[in-house]
């Protein structure tokens, strides 16, 4: 439907923006902060910190996306909505699907002596170093 | 900065040189000959016939879906035409290749193609046959229906709409040149790596492969952005998601796959231009790369993009069963479910293509099981259509025929799918002709469904029928030709012959081989019928004039515009009451295409860019190819230009009067049935007839 | 029964052809480009799993690794000039939403200008690292990294020639339909890269301090 109006600055798209480009530069910055405070301090163990940085950055990212791209279910936004929602279990699915793979592939064939932290050298099946 | 390659180098023609040229291969000769004999007739006859200015200005230039659409479908004619030609040399080589003591010619110690030809002959059956001929061909279906479907006047994107085909047509040109100029890549039309990296591939054969390849990828990213967005925001008033017709759910189902996956093999292939233009180490064997990313990555796209050929061939035996068998389609909200089923268990499959290479037992077990868990939602659709034909008025017409044996081929390929899809299973079939023979099965399915399509919706695009005799004598033929070729390719399989070999080494498979050949014959005889059912079809056309509704039970809404198809499609936008609108006027004696009152429209012009958008593109990827570095600077530099200068074009669309669409809507009308619509070639004048 | 809708509607008195429909250029417009920019993020995605797998330690192959090549503080100091950039432009849309053109110009320019500065910071890093020798053919590693860290900068350097042509449509077509659906799509990219850096920072980055 046409908006009824003559000027396009009207659309309701452009009428989303607001303070929340300020709110989102402030809480982004501040989480952005906390993770490279958290990273300096060595708040926690590697394992615990990649977690916590991990968090941080999916609140930032979701937080942005309200605020900076206005995802929501209103009438202008609600199929770009869902559009995101479509694709965010296929970006999780590649990246997760493809690092499972990998993972035992490197486990499984390579010769990884210390190098591989992650993968004691005993483990490295073919062939030793 | 460029990784250094050794060989002669010329600023002005990169390493392109006189001895690229396959003068001294009477094959390529031949084939050269045809080409250009086959151009300065086309050449000749459109000048003959004064049609240049009508290509240029009606075609070339256009940005209507239909004409765009019909382009798509010549792109893909060609090159299917080209693809069928590489398998009748590779089953002649195989079948001629048999044993020690078989002949040899033309330098080949056995047969008539040397290995490394024998490769690149492969390499572009399958690139051709999956991105060139398939894909152009239901692309360019979807282009003509969708917005038919839902009763819009063009795409979202008419002018983004014309940049994708000509992106497409510049790929396809590009593997043609290929032909001629250089050679084409010799790793398999997935791409085998490390053989396509520089120290093993150092020819022009994988850069060709390559570009051909990302500007079709481009295109089709770019068609499928704008097939969702078509059908999310331009569907007529009243048209609900609950009344879309089930061929535009394929649509729907399949460009959400290409949308997401296209991307990736971009990427994929970028990453394989930086290894191999810049030295980085994403494939190599050694320096920390891993060659195993190119497979991951290729495949997230490859395996989905079977479904997104695959979906809109659903879609359109959902639309021919319903409407030959005289009931709406059984289980509608079933199949929609099963087509976006299809496309989210699409992501999850892709690693069952390398299941013998060494992942863990865990992972192979979960591809395992994603891959038959395709099974349910494509056992959905075969019940929903055998449900649909259940106690129906069936008519075995053209379309129906091919429908229901692609139904057939389903089975067969589906059925050996799920053979494969056992790791275990997989182990002892992988890389045998079993393989090849089940994928053809799906990729011929496609082909039926597309036959039935085409002669479906032909009368709808063209305005008159195709010819019923010679048409079923190319379907039997083209049947028997199917069994003939295929049913030994399953058995050869088992017998455990490899897939790829130039040289057969045990002569008891040559039995086999020759009756491949005998099939390869049929079909060849096959497309005889093919051409003499379009030359009787077009000589009776006005016998054969279709009227709004070719098929008399048709349900969908494309069905309620004249045939052929204005350019702007209906004179005034309908309301939808239905999910099978035509259906549900005619049920109640409203099915008149005369509204009460007439309306401005309001169109797109047409415009060249698109097409200069294309031949850059070729530059820039023919530049690539022979790193012919000035190319690629002024093509890249004149395709920015060209997309700036295009935005301040403010004027890109015109309106059409009512008054002029009342008096277009007349001189349709007013023609007597039994005559075409004018004394036009095609069918209707306003069919093909664009303001500008 | 095919039909949706109920038995009971009259055919005869319902309306058949829709009149006065028009359809929202600048929501289709805008649909569009996010569908594109879903697309790229794909392309984003399919970077991170590259570096996922050649992200280990043999994958540098004994040359400079994560700890050598990402400086946290450097980026963090990036992270500030992207979201003051992407603030600036979120202020030009706050001006475009009450068609002060004046503004808009304004504002596009200080997000252009502020780019420039994550760009300069950006181009510093990735010389400095050339220069000591960590370059993207060196190791598989490297190359998955630069080319994440080059993709983002080509983001950045295509929203800066982006706003330089909508600068020069403002001020002369003004807020047109087709200016401000322009406006709208570069906001999308522009905001839409800074969550993508969120993601850069953290992986790339920060990780690199981690392990």
């Known amino acids: 439907m046409t908006h009824g109006t003559d000027n396009a600055w009207e659309h309701p798209e452009v009428q989303l923006a607001g303070g929340g480009y300020v709110a989102a530069f402030v809480v982004g910055l501040a989480l952005m902060g906390l993770s490279f405070w958290m990273v300096r301090g060595h708040m926690f163990a590697p394992a615990g910190l990649a977690i916590a940085i991990s968090a941080v950055a999916a609140v930032a990212a979701l937080v942005q996306c309200v605020l900076l791209l206005h995802m929501n279910v209103s009438r202008t936004q609600v199929w770009q909505t869902v559009a995101l929602v479509l694709f965010i279990p296929l970006f999780v699915l590649t990246i997760g699907l493809t690092s499972w793979m990998f993972h035992g592939l490197y486990r499984r064939t390579m010769m990884m002596p210390a190098a591989h932290a992650g993968a004691p050298a005993t483990q490295a099946q073919a062939g030793g170093a | 900065m460029f990784v250094h390659i050794d060989g002669p180098w010329s600023p002005l023609l990169g390493?392109?040189?006189?001895?690229?040229?396959?003068?001294?291969?009477?094959?390529?000769?031949?084939?050269?000959?045809?080409?250009?004999?086959?151009?300065?007739?086309?050449?000749?006859?459109?000048?003959?016939?004064?049609?240049?200015?009508?290509?240029?200005?009606?075609?070339?230039?256009?940005?209507?879906?239909?004409?765009?659409?019909?382009?798509?479908?010549?792109?893909?004619?060609?090159?299917?035409?080209?693809?069928?030609?590489?398998?009748?040399?590779?089953?002649?080589?195989?079948?001629?290749?048999?044993?020690?003591?078989?002949?040899?010619?033309?330098?080949?110690?056995?047969?008539?193609?040397?290995?490394?030809?024998?490769?690149?002959?492969?390499?572009?059956?399958?690139?051709?046959?999956?991105?060139?001929?398939?894909?152009?061909?239901?692309?360019?279906?979807?282009?003509?229906?969708?917005?038919?479907?839902?009763?819009?006047?063009?795409?979202?994107?008419?002018?983004?709409?014309?940049?994708?085909?000509?992106?497409?047509?510049?790929?396809?040109?590009?593997?043609?040149?290929?032909?001629?100029?250089?050679?084409?890549?010799?790793?398999?039309?997935?791409?085998?790596?490390?053989?396509?990296?520089?120290?093993?591939?150092?020819?022009?054969?994988?850069?060709?492969?390559?570009?051909?390849?990302?500007?079709?990828?481009?295109?089709?990213?770019?068609?499928?952005?704008?097939?969702?967005?078509?059908?999310?925001?331009?569907?007529?008033?009243?048209?609900?998601?609950?009344?879309?017709?089930?061929?535009?759910?394929?649509?729907?189902?399949?460009?959400?796959?290409?949308?997401?996956?296209?991307?990736?093999?971009?990427?994929?292939?970028?990453?394989?231009?930086?290894?191999?233009?810049?030295?980085?180490?994403?494939?190599?064997?050694?320096?920390?790369?891993?060659?195993?990313?190119?497979?991951?990555?290729?495949?997230?796209?490859?395996?989905?993009?079977?479904?997104?050929?695959?979906?809109?061939?659903?879609?359109?035996?959902?639309?021919?069963?319903?409407?030959?068998?005289?009931?709406?389609?059984?289980?509608?909200?079933?199949?929609?479910?099963?087509?976006?089923?299809?496309?989210?268990?699409?992501?999850?499959?892709?690693?069952?293509?390398?299941?013998t290479m060494a992942a863990s037992p865990a992972v192979n077990a979960f591809f395992s099981i994603t891959t038959m868990a395709v099974g349910i939602p494509t056992g959905v659709k075969v019940f929903n259509w055998a449900f649909t034909m259940f106690r129906g008025r069936l008519r075995f017409e053209l379309p129906m025929m091919w429908a229901s044996a692609a139904l057939f081929f389903l089975l067969v390929g589906g059925l050996t799918g799920m053979m494969n899809a056992f790791a275990t299973n997989d182990y002892m079939v992988h890389n045998s002709v079993f393989v090849v023979a089940h994928f053809h099965m799906m990729l011929l399915l496609i082909v039926y469904a597309i036959f039935g399509g085409v002669n479906y919706w032909f009368p709808k695009v063209f305005g008159f029928r195709l010819e019923q005799r010679f048409g079923k004598m190319f379907f039997w033929l083209f049947t028997a030709g199917t069994a003939v070729v295929f049913i030994p390719m399953f058995t050869l399989g088992f017998m455990g012959m490899t897939r790829r070999l130039a040289y057969v080494a045990f002569p008891q498979w040559g039995p086999l081989l020759d009756i491949e050949v005998v099939g390869i014959a049929i079909y060849v005889l096959s497309a005889v019928f093919l051409v003499a059912q379009l030359y009787v079809s077009f000589r009776d056309r006005a016998k054969n004039r279709a009227g709004l509704d070719a098929w008399e039970t048709s349900r969908s809404l494309e069905w309620m515009t004249h045939s052929p198809v204005p350019f702007y499609n209906f004179a005034v936008t309908p309301e939808v009451h239905a999910r099978d609108e035509r259906a549900w006027r005619v049920a109640r004696g409203v099915d008149t295409v005369r509204p009460e009152r007439y309306e401005d429209i309001h169109m797109p012009r047409n415009t060249a860019i698109p097409l200069w958008l294309g031949v850059l593109s070729f530059g820039l990827a023919f530049g690539l190819v022979w790193r012919m570095w000035w190319l690629v600077e002024v093509c890249a530099v004149a395709i920015i230009a060209l997309v700036v200068i295009r935005s301040f074009d403010h004027d890109t669309d015109y309106t059409i009067a009512a008054k002029e669409i009342e008096r277009m809507e007349r001189a349709i009308r007013d023609v007597p049935s039994g005559r075409p619509a004018a004394d036009d070639v095609i069918g209707g004048v306003p069919a093909f007839r664009q303001g500008v | 029964m095919s039909a949706t809708t109920s038995g009971t509607l009259d055919a005869k008195k319902s309306p058949m052809w829709s009149s006065g429909h028009g359809h929202d250029v600048i929501s289709t417009k805008t649909l569009g480009f996010w569908l594109y920019l879903l697309g790229d993020a794909m392309m984003f995605t399919a970077l991170f799993a590259a570096y996922a797998v050649l992200g280990h330690a043999f994958n540098a192959a004994g040359g400079p690794w994560i700890r050598t090549v990402a400086h946290a503080g450097v980026a963090f100091r990036e992270t500030a000039w992207l979201f003051a950039s992407v603030l600036a432009y979120g202020f030009a849309m706050m001006a475009l939403k009450k068609g002060n053109r004046g503004g808009v110009l304004l504002w596009i320019t200080a997000a252009l200008l502020i780019a420039l500065g994550f760009l300069a910071v950006d181009g510093h890093e990735v010389m400095a690292l050339f220069r000591m020798g960590a370059v993207p053919e060196r190791s598989g590693f490297l190359s998955a990294f630069f080319t994440l860290v080059l993709y983002h900068g080509l983001h950045v350097v295509v929203g800066i020639a982006w706003m330089l042509v909508m600068l020069v449509q403002v001020a002369s077509a003004g807020l047109t339909e087709k200016v401000v659906y322009r406006l709208l799509n570069l906001r999308l990219f522009w905001h839409f890269q800074a969550v993508m850096w969120v993601f850069m920072f953290t992986f790339l980055y920060l990780r690199g301090a981690i392990v």
Do not use: C
């Open chain 2, 15 to 355: 390493r392109l040189a006189l001895s690229e040229i396959p003068y001294n291969n009477p094959i390529l000769i031949g084939t050269f000959a045809f080409a250009a004999l086959l151009a300065v007739v086309l050449v000749g006859l459109v000048t003959y016939l004064g049609l240049w200015r009508t290509i240029w200005r009606d075609w070339l230039t256009s940005v209507d879906h239909k004409k765009i659409g019909i382009m798509y479908i010549l792109i893909g004619l060609v090159m299917l035409f080209r693809g069928f030609m590489d398998a009748v040399m590779m089953r002649a080589q195989q079948a001629m290749a048999v044993g020690p003591h078989s002949a040899g010619y033309l330098d080949s110690p056995h047969g008539y193609l040397t290995p490394y030809h024998f490769d690149q002959i492969y390499t572009a059956h399958g690139t051709i046959m999956i991105l060139f001929a398939a894909t152009p061909l239901l692309v360019g279906i979807m282009n003509i229906l969708v917005p038919l479907q839902i009763g819009a006047r063009d795409m979202a994107y008419p002018y983004l709409n014309a940049v994708s085909l000509w992106l497409t047509a510049a790929g396809a040109a590009l593997v043609m040149a290929s032909l001629f100029i250089g050679d084409f890549a010799h790793a398999g039309w997935f791409g085998i790596v490390p053989v396509m990296e520089l120290p093993y591939s150092p020819g022009v054969g994988v850069d060709y492969w390559m570009w051909a390849f990302q500007l079709s990828a481009v295109g089709t990213t770019l068609g499928g952005i704008n097939l969702l967005a078509t059908i999310v925001k331009m569907r007529a008033p009243g048209m609900t998601w609950g009344r879309l017709p089930i061929f535009t759910w394929a649509s729907l189902s399949a460009n959400l796959i290409s949308l997401s996956t296209f991307p990736v093999v971009t990427v994929a292939l970028a990453l394989l231009a930086l290894d191999r233009y810049f030295g980085t180490h994403f494939y190599t064997a050694g320096l920390g790369g891993n060659l195993m990313l190119y497979n991951d990555l290729f495949w997230i796209w490859g395996h989905p993009e079977v479904y997104f050929v695959i979906l809109p061939a659903f879609g359109m035996i959902s639309e021919i069963v319903p409407t030959f068998s005289e009931k709406p389609l059984f289980g509608y909200l079933g199949m929609v479910l099963a087509s976006l089923g299809i496309a989210g268990v699409s992501w999850g499959v892709w690693l069952h293509h390398f299941f």
